[in-house]
């Protein structure tokens, strides 16, 4: 397998859930090419999953080293930042994955972070903003749902959920929430 395969091998574990073979991939990439910011970003997600966050955190700025401006890198360290509670900072990598791609995960993270430092009232409007921005992206309709239902209206929340189904159909977490009702 050359590099790029065994990297997709890597995440494909990571994404099954096999992180002892992901990880031992992700160090084995690091040895073969040194200067592979990829291999480094594999290893910051694996050690997130872990719950290793300062291991993340080192892995991503070294993987945010050797490939500068990059959206998902800085995605991945505020969401770090925002794990270890260090919102200042998650909250700078929000905004600039938002600036370098307009990051439609990192725009969530921005609205869970303003949550989370009592800006619900900035959140609410900001998450309108971008369901009419991209009508097409389920995981807002979601995040709009669960808002909603937190807030009291599961009714309300009810259509979000819907509306999430309609565009992505096997949304395993968006049926879930429509089967608890």
Avoid: C
């Avoid at 998902?72 to 990598?93: F, P, S, T, V, W």
């Avoid at 900035?122 to 808002?147: F, H, S, T, V």
């Amino acid at each position: 397998m050359n590099f790029e395969e065994k990297l997709n091998r890597g995440f494909e574990l990571l994404q099954d859930k096999d992180i002892d073979h992901s990880l031992d991939i992700a160090r084995e990439l690091q040895k073969e090419n040194p200067e592979s910011h990829e291999a480094h970003y594999l290893e910051a997600l694996i050690m997130q999953q872990l719950n290793q966050l300062d291991m993340s955190l080192k892995s991503i700025e070294k993987a945010m080293e050797l490939g500068e401006g990059n959206a998902a890198y800085h995605n991945l360290r505020g969401n770090i930042h925002m794990q270890k509670e260090d919102l200042e900072d998650a909250e700078k990598d929000f905004d600039k994955a938002i600036e370098i791609a307009d990051s439609n995960s990192a725009h969530r993270n921005k609205v869970m972070l303003m949550l989370m430092t009592d800006r619900g009232q900035e959140a609410i409007p900001y998450l309108i903003g971008r369901i009419k921005a991209d009508p097409q992206d389920a995981e807002n309709w979601i995040l709009m749902g669960d808002m909603i239902k937190r807030g009291g209206q599961a009714d309300k929340a009810r259509t979000y959920y819907e509306q999430a189904l309609k565009i992505d159909p096997d949304n395993e977490y968006a049926q879930r929430q429509l089967e608890e009702e």
